[in-house]
């Protein structure tokens, strides 16, 4: 670029002597096409010295690069076209196929003791050990499954210390389709709220009467309470009496006092 300006300001330097500055309208020319000379080299001076962008660090041929595929995110799990987590079974008879054959490749784990001492010294307090537990749970996510619903409901917890709702929705629905009653109910329970959760009035109500066909005593009071206020539901007197009857049955005192309000 220097060697091109330098020719260029001799030549005109040459011609202004040559002319002697009598005419200014020739001056004026001279200049005119002093500045497009020296923008059309710059723009080829340019062009030349572009870096040729590589896509692989060691590619001198641009090529597309396929991405590593990364596992299934706990925040994405509902929406896997998979039924341990959509479409809760209505009743433990009603057997959904695809999740008995889930169900039957799957192998079972149990919380282990490493995550049992992080989750103890969790609640005590300790907030490295609630990071250890999440990571812990993250990084075995898939120990939580349909033969581990105990599993499941740990991460659970965990994520719920950590204010992770969906996630520990996800967990516990994989519990409840693994015949997990208690899981069942804890999932209603975020649904209820509706905190921080893809919210399904569908879905939950499922959760609630599933947990009651496996006689979960709680789950079948709180599924007459929807059937006597008819929130949710259709309202209907007769079910709710005998869903509080069942309760009773199973040993929830509060349910033996509402049915009692319908002698």
Known sequence: MHNIYHRFIIQIICFLQYIKFHN???????????????SHAEQ?????????????????????TTQPKKPKSW?????????????????????????????????????????KHMITRCTNN????????????DKHSTQ???NSTEVCRTYASIFLIHNQRQ?????????????????????????KTGKGIKKDSKQGFALLKRSCDFKNADACYELAETYRTGIGVELNLRKAKELYSKSCDLGNSDACDAYNEFL
Not at 45 to 51: F, I, N, P
Not at 167 to 190: H, P, S, V
């Open 24 to 38: 200014l309208k020739i001056w004026l020319k001279v200049v005119t096409i002093l500045f497009i000379s020296i």
């Open 144 to 146: 939580c499954n349909l």
């Open 167 to 191: 996630k520990a929705l996800n967990a516990r629905q994989i519990a409840c389709n693994g015949d997990n009653a208690t899981a069942c109910i804890e999932a209603w329970q975020l649904h």
């Open 126 to 137: 300790d907030k490295i050990a609630c990071q250890q537990a999440l990571a812990f749970a």
């Open 44 to 64: 080829n001076s340019v062009q030349d010295s572009v870096e040729v962008i590589r896509i692989g660090p060691d590619s001198t041929v641009s090529s597309t």
């Open 75 to 115: 925040e994405n799990l509902d929406v896997l076209n998979v039924y341990e987590i959509r479409g809760v079974q209505d009743s433990k008879t009603m057997q959904n196929p695809t999740i008995k054959q889930s169900k039957a490749n799957q192998p079972s784990y149990t919380v282990s003791d490493e995550l």
